[in-house]
């Protein structure tokens, strides 16, 4: 019959030993690599935490995979996510092939149904970001854009700032007001 508690103590010593060894090391590794590493997450960046989760289990409680390897295997997944993330920073090709951009699921108060399809978004989750934001009807809002990192950005319809709203200058699809029109109101 197997061990339910215990197989052996020298591997309920490793686990005790390995355990602080990896979670010193992603800490460390974490901090070299920067904000990007826990911060609100894209797909990739996703990808690499569960990874590195994975990898340090393994690490801990697994007797065929050592410290130093689940560490490497760390190091390397953090280093390809840094590499990545500069080459984002210096080529759109590499951007557009690996970061999602923004979407608009709502734009001068009418849903566009099309772009809330194909990002498998219901009203019901639009509603609960407008109410997030002290908005209670759509037609409250200017726009609502579905965000890199999945969360909503709500911009309120009739706020002075629309007039000039050049962080959504870069999104595909938003009606702006033109850019002469804006110089005059800044």
């Known amino acids: 019959m197997d061990p339910i508690l215990l197989d ?3 591997d309920l010593v490793r686990v005790i030993i390995s355990a602080p060894i990896m979670y010193l090391t992603i800490v460390f590794l974490i901090r070299i690599t920067g904000k990007r590493s826990t ?3 894209n797909n990739f960046d996703w990808i690499v935490t569960v990874a590195v989760g994975s990898l340090a289990a393994s ?3 697994l007797k065929g995979v050592t410290v130093l390897e689940s560490i490497a295997g760390i190091a390397t997944l953090l280093l390809l996510q840094w590499i990545l993330t500069k080459s984002v920073l210096h080529n759109r090709w590499v951007s557009k092939l690996v970061k ?3 979407v608009v699921l709502v734009e001068n108060g009418e849903f566009r149904e099309k772009a809330m399809l194909s990002e498998r978004v219901t009203k019901r989750e639009v ?5 997030e934001n002290g908005l209670v009807d759509p037609d409250d809002a200017q726009w609502v854009i579905l965000e890199t990192d999945a969360s909503m950005s709500v911009i309120p319809r009739f ?3 629309v007039k000039r709203a050049r962080a959504v200058d870069f999104i595909d699809g938003i009606q702006q007001v033109p850019q002469a029109e804006r110089s005059t109101t800044s």
Do not use: D, F, K, W
């Open 39 to 41: 911060s609100q997450m």
């Open 127 to 131: 509603m609960s970001a407008l109410r």
């Open 100 to 102: 999602a951009e923004p």
């Open 8 to 10: 052996q103590q020298s």
């Open 159 to 161: 706020s002075e700032s």
């Open 59 to 61: 690490g801990i409680v």
